[in-house]
């Protein structure tokens, strides 16, 4: 019916650069390298701010992505949920959790909480954690839950309404919520606009997570304050696991990612010796003629 | 009565009213109340956006359906799937309210099984075109092409850790064309943004911008 576009349509030298960038994809993940990962300065700052929650403080987790990016993004919130989780037990921190995209809510928070189970299990749902799906609205939804919490977030996942969940008997505004971890891959300007601990004098900080190629657009809210701090991407996730000391997607990426990127340089480095060697070439020929 | 209704200076009286109100709000906090209400309905106007797209999405490929259009077949796939996810997830539960525990199950397997990994699978195919630049079209034709190639390079190594394993200059460096020279132009680009809401703000106000009342933008008239 449609017109076919087969392997076979491309030259032989892509299709041996494609075949090549598979396998050296699929040797780190089926047989990880583990190759050492250095902590950067900002991950750590991330990963103290998170640290640094004690018994009764709120946490609020945002996931405001999309499914294309997954694997970038599910990483690090993996590793970051699985913190929250953690600081539930042991210090009785409460977490909230909601998307503000489908996806976010139903990929992300779902296939998150499917692979960090044995974290909320011990959790009694409701008083150390809650998770209120899709809230619709994007940028709309965060101001109304800034403003008014329990107008916004009306009936958690499984319909449960909000006065009957205990830990959100007084969580009325943004001031009363401690840390914001929000995971975007659209657009971070959302999260300094609507939650900017500068405007919000209870907030004490905010983390943005989102993908590397996003960081230069965040930096300017980090360098104000707007943003506390961020994590990026596979690699973000791969440090934070570190310092977790939970080992998990971040870190069994991060070999592939090395390889990838070492196979591209080499690539650019082929291409421009063989560009600079035709080009010499045929200036040779020109100048013979 | 319905010629006073159809006046554009309604629509735009409404959006300088309410838009006022809200910025006087952020910036004073006068009306905290109102602002609240004025959100939670934006909320439920941008639920009815969906039944919108839907709506439209449906008139589309129905008559492409009904004219046999070329490849029409796959407008009826996509009906298809509509209904199949959207009963699959009514007769699962909505809103608290239990349904049949095999269709949600069925739906959660549409969305986290087939969707999921489709969209992820589609996305990932940039990563071989990205390949086949790198082979193909990275060629150093010139200075300014020599110097991206080699901040390209640079930031490769600064992201993945092999490259700080390699030289651990790279970590620093990297960090500071990201942080330096990539902010600076982020932070330029964001000004422009800005000063370019404010002013679509004011012309919209003044009835110069008129998208959103679904007519083309023209200038004062």
Redesign the interface.
Known sequence: MGAKVALGAFPLADRLVFLLFIILMAIPILRPIGLPIPVTDVTRKSFKLMDSLKQGDVLVMCFEQDMGTYYSGAPPDEAGLKHAFLLAKQRGVKVILFGTSTAGSKVYIDAVLIDTEEFWKPLKYGEDWVNFGWLPGFETAMAGFARDVQGTCKVDVNGKRVEELPMMKNIKTLNDITGIWYSTNTNPDMLPRQWSPLEWKGLKWSICQTLFASVPWIMPYVDKGSITSYVADQRGAGEYEMLLGKLGMGATFMDAQSIGHLYGIALIIIANIYYLYTRATKKSASKEK | MSLILKRREIPIAIFALVSLLLLADYFTGAW?AV??EI??W??IL??FS?VLGVTSLFRYHLTRIQKHSQ?W?YSAVLIACVFVYLFSGLLG?V???SGIPASKAFN?FL??NV??PL??G??SYV??Y???I???G????SWDVGIM?VV??IL??N???????IWPGF?PLG?WL??VI??G???GI?IGVGVGLIAVWVRAMLGYERAFLGELSGGAQ
Not at chain 2, 159 to 165: D, F, S, Y
């Open positions: 905290p602002s609240r959100i939670g934006a909320i941008w639920m969906y490849y077949a539960g809103g608290g309210i959660d969305w986290l969707l999921a969209q992820t589609i996305l990563g071989f990205m390949y086949t790198f082979f193909r990275a060629r150093t034709r190639m390209t390079v490769m190594l992201v993945a850790p092999i490259g700080v394993a970590g960090d990201n942080g990539n902010t132009a982020y932070r964001m």
